[in-house]
């Protein structure tokens, strides 16, 4: 069974930076390719960014509101994916989910990132 | 980026009726998109991928349907349980992007 449990969530100040975690199970992560997404509270979903495995390259992209302050990490020895989230600004306060594409698609719980000072 | 486009945004409907949500891609997705269930607090859940494969465990009561530009979700008879808020999710670019949500009310 797939598994994704997030962890790491918490409030933090404008400016500030965290990193949030994902430990998989289930599935051979070191073949999968790794997704955030986030969800505002009382608004939609959106995607954050993804790395490929390392043997599709390993890259990241992430989403134009993001990009130059997240980053997206993997260490496949520990079947753990990483989201740095850095610069927050309050836009970012939302719950972050780990998502993954293992024949369908499957989410982690979430945790929730507030950024407020 | 792709925009995709959820209609209606709002619905209500009573136990045992028939719905059907309508989602558009701003350009062709082939079969590349899903459909998720979520409610209140909770992390959506996956129902259909590939644009008309139901996820295991999922009722059978839903179904999808649609390729290029135009899909839709169908619930053929509502149950209590599937008053919740809908979205669909293109992967056939990065990034990858969801509707604005279709939330499902009970008359």
């Known amino acids: 069974e797939v598994q994704l449990v997030e962890s790491g969530g918490g409030l933090v100040k404008p400016g500030g930076s965290l990193r949030v975690s994902c430990a998989a199970s289930?599935?051979?992560?070191?073949?999968?390719?790794m997704s955030w997404v986030r969800q505002a509270p009382g608004k939609g979903l959106e995607w954050v960014g993804r790395v490929k495995s390392k043997t599709d390259g390993g890259t990241t992209d992430y989403a134009a509101p993001v990009k130059g302050r997240f980053t997206i990490s993997r260490d496949d020895s520990k079947n753990t994916l990483y989201l740095q989230l850095s610069s927050l600004e309050t836009e970012d306060t939302a719950v972050y989910y780990c998502?993954?594409?293992?024949?369908?698609?499957?989410w982690g719980q979430g945790t929730l990132v507030t950024v407020s000072s | 980026d792709i925009q995709m486009t959820q209609s209606p945004s709002s619905l209500s409907a009573s136990v045992g009726d028939r719905v059907t949500i309508t989602c558009r891609a701003s350009q062709g997705i082939s079969s590349l998109l899903a459909w998720y269930q979520q409610k209140p607090e909770k992390a959506p859940k996956s129902l259909i991928y590939a644009a008309s494969s139901l996820q295991s465990g999922v009722p059978s009561r839903f179904s999808g349907s649609g390729s290029g530009t135009e899909f839709t979700l169908t619930i053929s008879c509502l149950q209590p349980e599937d008053f919740a808020t809908y979205y669909c999710q293109q992967y056939n670019s990065f990034p990858y992007t969801f509707g604005q949500g279709t939330k499902l009310q009970i008359k």
């Open positions: 998502v993954t594409y293992s024949n369908s698609w499957y």
């Open positions: 289930g599935f051979t992560f070191i073949n999968a390719w």
